[in-house]
Every structure is written in C-alpha cells, then in structure tokens.
C-alpha cells in the first residue's frame, strides 16, 4: 500500500480545493507529480491484477469493432486498447500493458512485422497473435519464427481467436469477470 506523507514545506495556490502545487515537497523528498505518477503505476498494477487487457492494432475500424464484440462476449471484464497504424502500437503498449497484443500484418505506417520485432525487444513475454487475411501458408510460418505466439486468419477469427487467447494465457479462471467489484 502507497502512503501519501504530509506536505512539509509547499508554495501555497490560492485556490480553495487544494494547497498542494506541482512544487510542494513531500517529507520523503517526493514532488507532487512524482507521487501522482507513483499512483497511476500502483492502480494500473491493481487493475492488471484483477481484469484482462487486450491491445488490437488494425488499421480497420470496423475489424477492431468485431474483435471487440467477439472477445467481450468470451472474456466478460475485458478491458481492450486500440492502435490504428502501426506506428501507434508502441505507445499503446507502454500505456496500457496488455496481456495479449492483436497485431494485424498490413497496417499503416509500420507494418506488423516490423512492430511484432520491437514488441519482442521491449517486451519479450508478451504474447502477440498475428492476424491477418493472408493465408496460413503465406504467413504462418514467417509470423510465428519472428516471435508470434500464434497467427490467426481473420477468415477464420470467429473460430479460432479465442481457443487461441485461452492457449496462451493458460486457464482464464483466474480472471476477473466483473471489473465493477474490483
């Protein structure tokens, strides 16, 4: 459990919500924004605890939308990210930090190559199902030497997406169902 320590010396803002400004120093020589960012990494921490998280990168609106409905009715609680282009992957993850990364091969900017190569880097436990219209025997192969945990056609997703999730993550049970109790 995070404790906030009491302010010790601060430059007060007038203000008639709060004292507390982007200078106050916490007794422990923490700043204001340092402790908020503390925060954000214990609750992001929690929530990753109790829901899964699930990025999509399609450049597809209407694919991210059907992705969604699929893995929501599958995986109650789910809580999903999206990144359009390829170039938006990254950031997403760094923001999110997802369980499973949905990462299509024809994307804008970046292609899922290319990003499932940085993604390995950065992040070398996360699984990543590639997707994609082009067939298995085009791809298959080639996404799962580049580090993919599997690869999935996007003709056959309804099928095969979520056995595949349930593949990689292990047994769901230990997932939250409902993120309202958390």
Known sequence: MIEVPSPVQEKPYKSARTNLTENTVFADGYSLPKLILLLQVAVMAWLADKTMIILIADDHANVRRGLRELLSDSFPGVVFSEASNGNDVIPQLLGSQPD?????????????????????????????????????????LRCLRAGAAEYVNKNSVSDELVPAIEKILGSVANLSPDPVGI
């Not at 993604?119 to 199902?129: A, D, Q, R, S």
């Open 100 to 140: 499973v990364l949905l990462l299509d091969i024809n994307m804008p900017g970046r292609n899922g190559f290319e990003v499932l190569k940085d993604t390995k880097v950065l992040y070398p436990e996360l699984p990543v199902i590639m997707v994609s219209v082009q067939s298995e025997s085009q791809y298959a």
